[in-house]
């Protein structure tokens, strides 16, 4: 694992422990409060044996077991249906009982909740709002006895303070039939070294540098919103960016030796993610659905026209209120050339939706299989719906909405950190005097930063301005929803398609969108399928989240990793299901081989 990939427990950071008083379960216990859940997973010791919060470091199949195919044959060679419904029993509960074996692990918080009184530092959008920055204590409390309980009664009386409601609390208890559970995802020791590998760290606290520098870059992020992504390397934005972010030891995207370079702004930092254009290909090669054609081009929004850059606005979204604005659309189709662009694209979404159409991209480039699939060599079979088009295009879905519930779990019951449109809103109050009316304060970094000054001489104030005119999404930030499909879904392609294969003819989007030219850059020939599908990952995320303003860059890299581990899960737990016999390996996130084998 490369050395920028590892999120480690920093020992000088403020961490949440697990608490003795009940009532402050959702402080960061990350105990679930259903009694059955509890019943099911019960308490397990030996955390040093965490072979799970699966994808990240265990490599090999949780199931170990072979099955044999034709055990109990008639005479014509069939399973008899009372032995085959026996091993179709026996590979449900091995699976179970794998999963069963995965310790649950501590789930950290930054401490931010238990730190302000006033929850400033906490999510509380939509709930009853006592004024800027100042949840209703008593609303607050509506959410955490009902996140305590489980009760879905509870959740009934959770106080709001306008008619915009809270996004899917419960969809954190949702159990699953495969995979890890959701509470069994979080911090686990790695078996090939002695430090701590985190699925789910601790997110930045409040006060923290490493909280103003992702705050910083959201700020920037706003002002290039509307810049090509081509014009980077000549904006004189995106140098100002470029020169600032190099200054700040705490920012966590790519450098090129040491230094943070315009065509580098708002790209992630796993293996691909640097070579050739911004844009991944699978975002813009044109592709057929059926023999439907599929140009890719979008409707987009109007160049800048942002929202809630002024104070009533900002206080009556988070009160949950509406300002009554949708966003305007530009009449031209163009193809995603630019922040604004992946706003648009994610705001409406399917979740799953690029990488489905990654999948057909993949189909038209020609690209071949994992070299580990049993069909890639067969003289007299192809696969269907088991290792052919169907089981690709369902796995896609199925996958997305698991490892969505392993991200509400986290959301909701563990970190409940609030959105960068409320960290706008405390620099808001902290530069115009009113810092005093609340309790929490914020580096330095970014009150004196340039990208503050340069946003307030653009909006007239210091928040964060938004793509959207309701802002961010009613339900916290950290782990992104949009990040986790992202992680489970690429891993899925992964697994079925051969992420060496280097992709032909790479494009690039003209500055205005309207067309697509060849991409004659050095490292062309270095445009892999892995790469490609790393950057359509971050691509997405980043759109709904830097671009837009509403998440934060490590909402999003955490999230990729959770979604992986999902996949892999997954993915370990279905091996067992297929008649084939197989072994895939394929490269994970942080650049090590995942294998999953039924052999």
């Given at each position: 694992?490369?050395?920028?990939?590892?999120?480690?427990?920093?020992?000088?950071?403020?961490?949440?422990?697990?608490?003795?008083?009940?009532?402050?379960?959702?402080?960061?216990?990350?105990?679930?409060?259903?009694?059955?859940?509890?019943?099911?997973?019960?308490?397990?010791?030996?955390?040093?044996?965490?072979?799970?919060?699966?994808?990240?470091?265990?490599?090999?199949?949780?199931?170990?077991?072979?099955?044999?195919?034709?055990?109990?044959?008639?005479?014509?060679?069939?399973?008899?249906?009372?032995?085959?419904?026996?091993?179709?029993?026996?590979?449900?509960?091995?699976?179970?009982?794998?999963?069963?074996?995965?310790?649950?692990?501590?789930?950290?918080?930054?401490?931010?909740?238990?730190?302000?009184?006033?929850?400033?530092?906490?999510?509380?959008?939509?709930?009853?709002?006592?004024?800027?920055?100042?949840?209703?204590?008593?609303?607050y409390q509506s959410l955490k006895t009902a996140l305590h309980s489980g009760n879905p009664e509870d959740f009934e009386?959770?106080?709001?303070?306008?008619?915009?409601?809270?996004?899917?609390?419960?969809?954190?208890?949702?159990?699953?039939?495969?995979?890890?559970?959701?509470?069994?995802f979080g911090n686990a020791p790695s078996p090939r070294n002695q430090e701590t590998v985190v699925i789910v760290p601790?997110?930045?606290?409040?006060?923290?540098?490493?909280?103003?520098?992702?705050?910083?870059?959201?700020?920037?992020?706003?002002?290039?919103?509307?810049?090509?992504?081509?014009?980077?390397?000549?904006?004189?934005?995106?140098?100002?960016?470029?020169?600032?972010?190099?200054?700040?030891?705490?920012?966590?995207?790519?450098?090129?030796?040491?230094?943070?370079?315009?065509?580098?702004?708002?790209?992630?930092?796993?293996?691909?993610?640097?070579?050739?254009?911004?844009?991944?290909?699978?975002?813009?090669?044109?592709?057929?659905?059926?023999?439907?054609?599929?140009?890719?081009?979008?409707?987009?929004?109007?160049?800048?026209?942002?929202?809630?850059?002024?104070?009533?606005?900002?206080?009556?979204?988070?009160?949950?209120?509406?300002?009554?604005?949708?966003?305007?659309?530009?009449?031209?189709?163009?193809?995603?050339?630019?922040?604004?662009?992946?706003?648009?694209?994610?705001?409406?979404?399917?979740?799953?939706?690029?990488?489905?159409?990654?999948?057909?991209?993949?189909?038209?480039?020609?690209?071949?299989?994992?070299?580990?699939?049993?069909?890639?060599?067969?003289?007299?079979?192809?696969?269907?719906?088991?290792?052919?088009?169907?089981?690709?295009?369902?796995?896609?879905?199925?996958?997305?909405?698991?490892?969505?519930?392993?991200?509400?779990?986290?959301?909701?019951?563990?970190?409940?950190?609030?959105?960068?449109?409320?960290?706008?809103?405390?620099?808001?109050?902290?530069?115009?005097?009113?810092?005093?009316?609340?309790?929490?304060?914020?580096?330095?970094?970014?009150?004196?930063?340039?990208?503050?000054?340069?946003?307030?001489?653009?909006?007239?104030?210091?928040?964060?301005?938004?793509?959207?005119?309701?802002?961010?999404?009613?339900?916290?930030?950290?782990?992104?929803?949009?990040?986790?499909?992202?992680?489970?879904?690429?891993?899925?392609?992964?697994?079925?398609?051969?992420?060496?294969?280097?992709?032909?003819?790479?494009?690039?989007?003209?500055?205005?969108?309207?067309?697509?030219?060849?991409?004659?850059?050095?490292?062309?020939?270095?445009?892999?399928?892995?790469?490609?599908?790393?950057?359509?990952?971050?691509?997405?995320?980043?759109?709904?989240?830097?671009?837009?303003?509403?998440?934060?860059?490590?909402?999003?890299?955490?999230?990729?990793?959770?979604?992986?581990?999902?996949?892999?899960?997954?993915?370990?737990?279905?091996?067992?299901?297929?008649?084939?016999?197989?072994?895939?390996?394929?490269?994970?996130?942080?650049?090590?081989?995942?294998?999953?084998?039924?052999?």
């Open positions: 694992m490369g050395e920028k990939h590892l999120h480690r427990i920093d020992k000088n950071a403020p961490i949440q422990t697990r608490v003795a008083n009940p009532n402050d379960l959702p402080d960061g216990s990350g105990m679930l409060p259903s009694g059955s859940r509890r019943k099911f997973l019960g308490n397990v010791s030996g955390l040093a044996v965490v072979a799970a919060t699966v994808g990240a470091i265990s490599l090999e199949p949780l199931l170990s077991s072979k099955h044999s195919v034709a055990s109990a044959a008639d005479a014509n060679g069939r399973l008899r249906g009372s032995e085959r419904a026996e091993e179709a029993a026996e590979i449900r509960i091995k699976a179970a009982k794998a999963e069963r074996s995965v310790p649950i692990p501590p789930h950290t918080t930054n401490g931010d909740e238990g730190r302000y009184d006033d929850k400033c530092g906490t999510y509380t959008k939509a709930l009853l709002q006592d004024g800027p920055g100042r949840v209703n204590l008593n609303a009386n959770i106080i709001l303070g306008g008619r915009r409601k809270l996004t899917n609390p419960q969809g954190g208890l949702a159990f699953d039939l495969e995979g890890t559970d959701s509470q069994q601790p997110a930045p606290a409040l006060a923290s540098a490493a909280y103003g520098t992702e705050l910083i870059e959201l700020y920037w992020a706003s002002l290039l919103r509307d810049v090509p992504f081509t014009q980077y390397p000549t904006s004189p934005v995106a140098a100002q960016a470029a020169g600032e972010l190099t200054g700040l030891p705490d920012y966590a995207g790519p450098r090129n030796g040491g230094q943070v370079t315009p065509d580098l702004l708002f790209r992630g930092t796993f293996p691909g993610e640097t070579v050739g254009p911004y844009l991944s290909q699978f975002f813009i090669t044109p592709t057929f659905f059926g023999q439907q054609p599929i140009s890719q081009q979008q409707v987009t929004y109007q160049q800048n026209v942002d929202y809630l850059t002024d104070p009533s606005s900002w206080a009556l979204i988070q009160n949950g209120g509406s300002t009554g604005l949708q966003n305007q659309d530009d009449p031209q189709l163009r193809f995603e050339h630019s922040g604004r662009d992946l706003s648009a694209w994610t705001h409406t979404d399917v979740l799953y939706q690029g990488y489905f159409v990654a999948f057909l991209v993949l189909n038209t480039i020609g690209a071949p299989a994992n070299p580990g699939s049993m069909y890639s060599n067969s003289r007299t079979q192809i696969g269907f719906g088991t290792f052919g088009g169907p089981h690709f295009t369902g796995m896609l879905g199925e996958v997305a909405c698991r490892a969505l519930g392993r991200s509400w779990y986290q959301k909701w019951f563990v970190h409940r950190r609030h959105r960068p449109e409320s960290g706008g809103g405390i620099v808001q109050l902290i530069k115009t005097g009113q810092g005093s009316g609340i309790n929490c304060g914020l580096n330095n970094n970014v009150l004196k930063s340039q990208a503050l000054q340069s946003s307030f001489n653009k909006y007239g104030s210091y928040l964060l301005s938004q793509a959207f005119p309701e802002g961010s999404p009613t339900h916290p930030s950290y782990p992104t929803g949009h990040g986790v499909v992202a992680g489970a879904c690429i891993t899925i392609l992964k697994f079925f398609f051969d992420g060496n294969f280097v992709i032909p003819n790479p494009l690039l989007p003209t500055e205005d969108g309207l067309s697509l030219v060849p991409y004659t850059g050095s490292d062309r020939n270095q445009i892999t399928v892995n790469g490609e599908l790393n950057k359509l990952a971050h691509n997405i995320t980043f759109g709904h989240g830097i671009h837009a303003g509403i998440h934060w860059r490590s909402d999003s890299d955490v999230s990729m990793i959770l979604g992986e581990a999902t996949a892999i899960s997954f993915l370990q737990d279905q091996a067992e299901t297929f008649n084939e016999k197989f072994t895939v390996h394929f490269t994970k996130l942080d650049g090590t081989t995942a294998t999953i084998s039924n052999q």
